[in-house]
């Protein structure tokens, strides 16, 4: 789609960021004419960023401090970045203002603070990009193409008549479909590097544009040295994670005194959804001795399915992983658990039995920051019931009251009589409460099948 001249506000600007990303030049004589969003959508990265938001998301964050800075500090100072600021339609214009020079500023402080000098850092501010909405409509052969594209052309560039004529087209409808489909893609800064050659004057790294019909013109461009980046790191979604509570290596046992117990948990994340599966074992194996009789032997098995109110998919930009934990916030839960032990706390109180239980949970998952991207704390209660057969169990022969350093159970009657687990103990009300500390175990391919341990994978190519 050629864009006539003089058709958009900011046509200028437009050509020389569109000029300086295709990284060309043209020689001295050569007229500025038009040229096609296309190239422009083609060649350059792009930062979305949220809604009515200016911080730089997680994953493009670490593009530009980890990949692009260091490597733009190895090129001659002739490389420059170049980049242009929008913000999607949907606020008033006013705030759109604000966010798209806000972004633009969030981006270009970075590279400040990491040393590049402003001379290299040649930013724009679009505000609604409506041409690259035109653009974008054409290229996915949008049926509403032809009529977004005479109201954009016909208002020549102002931005908030298009805006309304955009929401009166049937009642709406055509307005809030393109904010699901497009607008999303229109918040964001476009960044591309373009390199000069020494061949070349100076000047010819001014705005100007290509003709798309013109032999003669497209004949006098000369390509600008390609200025590579390394291929850009993509964030993968995590696949399961190994957990444990922390308050349960601070328990305390009346009778026992403090007793660590040692756990650890895994939970599955699914692709999608708001469900995930867990199973967890808390294994104290503390074997005492008969100088103090204090025996705390435990498994403790269980299952325990999540719902987060939060959606996984919105770990997703356009259908790539952008970063984000994708299980976090709010979840509920439900669980079943069995269990064995054999507890001693003198020579007088000790138990041996089994057990099972059930219940509900609630709680609340908290990324640790953007620096430490695989950890997490998780805050949570369990409530529900657990029901025990016991029997039990005392120093020496209760019969015979001998201490002759074994343990029996504590039973006085006929030896023919005796049954184990005679004894039955149920609860109901609060399990368990917990704080624990939660790491990305493994993550998932970008497509393809498998499990990696990093965070991060290669994918792309040059910019």
């Not at 199973?279 to 032997?297: C, R, V």
């Not at 109901?428 to 970008?446: C, K």
Request: hydrophobic fraction near 40%.
């Amino acid at each position: 789609m050629l864009i006539k001249k003089n058709t958009y506000r900011c046509a200028a600007d437009i050509a020389f960021s569109l000029i300086s990303l295709l990284c060309l030049s043209v020689t001295h004589t050569a007229k500025a004419q038009s040229t096609s969003d296309s190239l422009f959508l083609s060649n350059a990265r792009k930062v979305i960023f949220a809604v009515d938001k200016a911080e730089i998301p997680a994953a493009d964050y670490r593009w530009l401090h980890d990949e692009l800075i260091p490597t733009l500090k190895t090129l001659d100072t002739t490389c420059v970045v170049i980049g242009r600021s929008a913000a999607s339609p949907e606020g008033p214009y006013s705030n759109n203002v604000r966010l798209a020079n806000s972004r633009r500023e969030t981006i270009t402080a970075l590279f400040e603070k990491e040393g590049i000098n402003t001379s290299r850092i040649r930013f724009h501010t679009a505000v609604e990009e409506y041409a690259l909405l035109v653009e974008l409509m054409r290229q996915r052969r949008d049926a509403d193409y032809p009529l977004v594209r005479a109201i954009v052309d016909s208002l020549d560039g102002d931005d908030r008549a298009i805006k309304a004529a955009l929401i009166a087209e049937r009642q709406g409808e055509l307005f809030r479909r393109l904010a699901k489909d497009y607008f999303p893609e229109l918040r964001a800064v476009r960044i591309m590097v373009t390199c000069q050659t020494e061949a070349l004057p100076r000047q010819h790294f001014q705005p100007v544009a290509l003709a798309a019909t013109s032999d003669a013109v497209a004949k006098s461009v000369v390509p600008l040295l390609p200025c590579v980046v390394p291929a850009a790191a993509q964030p993968r979604r995590e696949l399961l994670s190994v957990k444990t509570n922390l308050l349960e290596y601070g328990a305390y046992i009346p009778k026992y005194g403090w007793c660590p117990m040692p756990n650890v948990a895994l939970e599955y994340y699914p692709r999608h959804g708001h469900l995930t599966l867990g199973a967890s074992l808390d294994f104290p194996w503390w074997i005492g001795n008969t100088d103090n009789h204090k025996y705390f032997e435990l498994r403790n098995y269980t299952l325990e399915a999540r719902y987060y109110t939060r959606s996984s998919d919105r770990a997703y930009t356009h259908g790539q992983p952008n970063g984000e934990a994708a299980f976090k916030g709010f979840y509920l839960s439900a669980y079943a658990n069995a269990f064995l032990y054999q507890i001693g706390c003198n020579e007088d109180d000790g138990w041996i039995g089994e057990g099972i239980g059930g219940g509900i949970g609630l709680g609340y998952v908290l990324p640790l920051g953007r620096k430490n991207p695989r950890w997490r704390l998780e805050f949570g209660a369990l409530f529900g019931f657990f029901s025990s057969k016991y029997d039990p169990f005392v120093y020496g022969c209760p019969v015979e009251n001998v201490k002759d350093g074994k343990y029996y159970y504590d039973y006085r009657g006929d030896a023919d009589l005796f049954k184990k687990r005679q004894y039955r103990y149920t609860w109901f009300g609060p399990t368990r409460v917990g704080i624990s500390l939660t790491y990305d175990l493994l993550y998932r391919r970008i497509g393809k099948k498998g499990a990696s341990l990093k965070r991060w994978e290669k994918k792309g190519g040059t910019l």
